[in-house]
């Protein structure tokens, strides 16, 4: 037959046609724009790839030291920090409220936070020998404002993590990564309980009785990773002994848990979302070393996730 614009099997086979194409696009489109966004949707499968910068850690020992260096020289007592926020502006979130900072720290009206620029910090003189006052200090990502960094002990117990489990696993790993590799706690023991041997490297797994005989000792600061938080009595005691006021050892749960001070709801999408914290960008947090991830042969994608 041919076609005609007066034949009404010519207006049929059109309107077909155009039905068609149509539907095609309503497929095709979503599926194309689906497949250039997955690498960055999906950031827990690329996030191991890229490797941390030889100085990043040293960069924020410096300002770490300068804290501790400022109050030495105008006799402060430091009063440990919860939070840290490292760009431009350096902001404390105080382990308790300081009403009178060093310079070049300024604080807020009710002394729970301390901020100063980072130029001024660089000026700081160091002193000689480091503490093992930030030993449990790691970064746990970024938000708006710079580098996020926590000190994990003071939870006062337990940090859990919650969310998609290979999230969870890239998060304990970046943890584990610094507090093995970072200049300011380098030493630092970490011990397992219940995790697989090899997930986190060179590990010293011990039973639930040794984690509360490390914890209740207190010798060194430490940190203990679990699979989930113990039950029974060596759980209990061991959620009380963190607790205790001055306590040195932090501890992590791989699992959420009732007993946990702070949980971190982690998502594949590279972000974590807690009530401490807010929405933390823990895919910017990279690795020292790189880990053996199964990958696809895309190189836009390392770029994508550091945009």
Known sequence: MNWSLSHPESHLMLTM??????????????????????????????????????????????VLRSVEASCTVARVGFPGFVRAVVGPTVRLDLASPTVAPPEPW????????????????????????????????????SDQDGAVLVDL??????????????????????????????PWSVGTPVLTVGIRG??????????????????AADATPGLLVVHGVPGGSEGRELARLLERPGGRWA?????????????????????FVSD????????????STVAA?????DATVVEELRA
Do not use: K, N, Y
Request: proline share 7%; aromatic share 8%.
């Open 276 to 287: 401490e914290f807010g929405v933390v960008r823990w895919v910017d947090q990279l690795l």
């Open 106 to 141: 300024q604080t807020t009206p009710d002394g729970r936070s301390w901020s100063a620029p980072m130029w001024a910090l660089q000026a700081v003189p160091l002193g000689q020998t480091p503490s093992t006052q930030f030993a449990t200090v790691v970064g746990l990502g």
């Open 153 to 182: 002990r003071r939870a006062s117990g337990f940090v859990a993590l919650d969310g998609d489990r290979t999230a969870r696993a890239a998060v304990a790993r970046r943890i584990v990564d610094q507090v093995r590799t970072d």
């Open 251 to 271: 501890a992590l749960s791989m699992s959420p848990d009732p007993l946990a001070r702070w949980t971190l709801d982690c998502r594949r999408d590279g972000t």
């Open 17 to 62: 046609s155009v039905v068609l194409f149509l539907g095609a696009l309503a497929f095709v489109v979503p599926t194309i724009i689906a497949h250039r966004r997955r690498p960055v949707s999906d950031a827990a499968a690329w996030a191991d790839l890229p490797r941390r910068e030889e100085g990043a850690a040293w960069a924020t020992d410096r």
């Open 198 to 215: 090899g997930e986190f490297g060179p590990a010293d797994a011990v039973s639930v009785g040794e984690a509360v005989a490390a914890v």
């Open 293 to 297: 991830v199964p990958v696809e042969d």
